[in-house]
């Protein structure tokens, strides 16, 4: 090897088949990298499979991948790819120097002992979630605000028919105001959208953005996307107690798009005086004529940052003037729950961010966070085990 | 009235009630202005009753029109405001100096005596349907390449399950190319959003617009909205051959929007030689590698533009990825029409344009036009008879 970098072992534990032109491209740009690719069984995936079973928990995780990953492996790997497949604890992979998650949250790893127990440099594929998100975000605001279930059961009937008194009461989001809790990497490419749009953003962070500098995204961006200077939001809320949150909420919003890390410290943040302040939203100063008396909720993040029941009631009760969800709590979803009828409701099975591309943007991202180890640089996504993402 | 301006005569025909805070608005800023509002019968509006009956052709507006519009009216009035109630000739209306309709396009007239025989000034709203128009245009979009109709089956179900590889496959428009045949108001505007969603646009135009000032939009904009300076598309083609129109089909387009007027030059300007091109798009220069092989078309002017045949045929055969579509041809569209359920097809009943600032805006663009006039400059939207919009 004379003076060059240390023969590393990338172990790459995942459901997919191996997708060989990104496994080549990495063999090219590190040849000093070995790579062992494990697809997970197809019978295993609960995926595959019958999704009524959900998503694996991290124990069932656990589970299939001890039984799937020989024990060599974990022993001799140094970098680890995985969605969920971690080693038991540990000392079963006392090489491991760095895992890159093709998850955008740690939430469901909170509990495990290579959290807890080890300081293994963790990395999530936060970031590469903007364009699909926002997508969804952009098309299931626009779906209930323009009606389109009911077009598309008039499609259905083939009725030219419908109901104009409605649809001529519908409005666009020219002059809107559209709030973003958690302003990464998909509450921008959702603000940039939005503003496009004509809407107005108000951007709610845990800490104080009150400079240019600080209103930057550190972050994983994929290019050509998201509000890289933070030049998009009209008004800027910060801070991490109800006092904060609840001025951000009051700030006359007619939507409010959830995209903050489930922690201990957001579990159940918005409840029902949350909804209640949302829902008589005070017009802000610059706008006392605002008329906004509700506003339209959208949760792309975990369903646990909702009290769901107080959820529910808020919105059959119209305080909420409908809502966008892609996540529940517990998912899936039992077939009874009142959420899957809520009024003005839409509610997909956690989709958002499915699409081709995301595998692709996941390897990307550990291709430049591995350029950027190599050059002495700071990587993207690091997990701060204290701050619980 | 000394030096000032002349009286005049301002009659409004229209199926809503009048509202009060505009009539006012336009009062107090031209108090030489008497306004006469009448609102149409909602017995007689086609509209308040069954949408089976569909939109009334230019021959039922008339008779509507002038059966309720007292024979003095016509005679005093100065100005005209409607949607489509003409003097039935332009000798009914002798004083008539300007007429505005509340219409985009003005295709349905161009065989009214007011159109052929007159040469009263004609100014349309179009440029007040950007906002609504493109976020159709968006949402379909999504609701199509986001497999919503299945995931909203799937609400309705209460089955968290979903079809993991069908979504696993769907693409974002990250990258993507979407070309605006007819960039106009509403192509600008659906531009400016795909461009933050980070696609790529191609405009298509009658008149070359090589030139940068060529390329700013001279019409009437929503403040806030659009691609005033023409900055947006990275390529533009133009010409009113079929060659030219080729050239620009043939540039490597994943979606294709239609956004032009309907004349008897742009009447089933797309047949199957047409989606034929699109759905083998040839990749553009620089991007040889460009994989897409079928594009997505959108269509919110006019049923007339398609040759309709020929689009439901290229749609069942896969020569198309599918179709979002808010115009048929005719209108309404019958029953047992195949492009109801035509392959991958989004059809809704000429709705995208409606919502609550519709009114707002269309009287806007009015007073807008009024102060020009006082001022001497030129109008927005004046119909060029010849050219036919």
Do not use: C
């Not at 209103?215 to 290019?223: C, F, H």
């Not at 350029?371 to 640089?377: A, D, I, L, Y």
Request: glycine share 8%.
């Amino acid at each position: 090897m004379g003076g060059g970098p240390d023969k590393e072992h990338l172990l790459i534990v995942l459901w997919e088949p191996e997708p060989k032109h990104i496994t080549a491209e990495i063999k090219q740009r590190f040849p000093y990298i070995e790579i062992t690719y494990v697809q997970l069984s197809v019978s295993s995936n609960p995926w595959g499979g019958d999704m009524t079973k959900g998503v694996p928990t991290a124990a069932e995780r656990k589970r299939i991948a001890s039984r799937m990953v020989p024990v060599e492996l974990w022993k001799t790997a140094t970098i680890l790819i995985t969605l969920g497949s971690l080693p038991a604890k540990a000392e079963d992979a006392p090489n491991l120097k760095l895992i890159h998650l093709f998850s955008a949250g740690v939430d469901h790893y909170a509990n495990h002992p290579i959290f807890t127990d080890s300081d293994i440099t963790i990395t999530t594929s936060s970031g590469i979630h903007g364009p699909p998100i926002s997508e969804w975000i952009i098309m299931a605001t626009l779906v209930a605000s323009k009606h389109y279930n009911l077009l598309y059961e008039g499609q259905k009937a083939h009725q030219w028919k419908h109901d104009r008194p409605l649809l001529m009461g519908v409005t666009d989001w020219v002059g809107k105001t559209v709030g973003i809790a958690g302003y990464g990497s998909i509450g921008r490419q959702a603000a940039r959208v939005f503003h496009a749009m004509g809407a107005h953003v108000h951007a709610y962070t845990a800490g104080s953005r009150s400079t240019a500098e600080s209103r930057k995204d550190r972050g994983y961006i994929v290019p050509g996307t998201g509000d890289p200077d933070g030049t998009v939001p009209r008004a800027w809320y910060s801070g991490t107690t109800k006092a904060s949150l609840h001025t951000f909420l009051a700030s006359g919003l007619d939507a409010l798009i959830i995209a903050l890390p489930l922690t201990p410290a957001t579990r159940h943040l918005f409840s029902t005086e949350e909804f209640a302040i949302l829902g008589t939203s005070n017009p802000p100063a610059d706008q006392p004529n605002k008329k906004s008396k509700s506003a339209f909720l959208i949760n792309i993040a975990r369903g646990g940052l909702i009290d769901q029941p107080a959820l529910v009631k808020a919105l059959n009760d119209d305080v909420l003037v409908g809502a966008a969800l892609d996540v529940a709590d517990p998912e899936p979803l039992p077939e009874d729950d009142p959420l899957w009828s809520a009024k003005n409701t839409i509610l997909t099975p956690h989709v958002s961010a499915l699409g081709k591309e995301y595998g692709d943007r996941a390897y990307d991202l550990f291709i430049t966070n591995w350029e950027r180890r190599e050059r002495g640089e700071k990587m993207f996504n690091v997990v701060d085990r204290k701050r619980g993402y």
